[in-house]
């Protein structure tokens, strides 16, 4: 089942496999966001923006409405 990764809960994993925004791949594909790699969600702002992830070994902070153009599978 997809979800954005805004919909992640921390402390779940979940496999990115899409991108709504090409822009915003090419900006997360130089961070090492990749369809088919794995993030976890580690915390959410206590307004929801932004949420910190670990990806291919290092943390990121993804600011909401960039959040919600990952298209995730969860794990």
Same mark, same amino acid.
């Given at each position: $089942? =997809?979800?954005?990764?805004?919909?992640?809960? !921390?402390?779940?994993?979940? &496999?990115? =496999?899409?991108?709504?925004?090409? *822009?915003?791949?090419?900006?997360? $594909?130089? $961070?090492?966001?990749?369809?088919?790699?794995?993030?976890?969600?580690?915390? /959410?702002? !206590? %307004?929801?923006? !932004?949420?910190? /992830? =670990?990806?291919?070994?290092?943390? %990121?902070?993804? &600011?909401?409405?960039?959040?919600?153009?990952? /298209?995730?599978? *969860?794990?």
């Amino acid at each position: $089942m =997809t979800k954005k990764l805004s919909e992640i809960k !921390p402390g779940k994993s979940a &496999r990115i =496999t899409a991108f709504s925004s090409e *822009e915003l791949f090419l900006k997360l $594909m130089e $961070m090492g966001c990749v369809p088919g790699e794995i993030v976890t969600v580690n915390q /959410i702002a !206590p %307004l929801k923006d !932004p949420i910190s /992830i =670990t990806v291919s070994g290092y943390q %990121l902070s993804l &600011r909401l409405n960039e959040a919600d153009q990952v /298209i995730v599978e *969860e794990c």
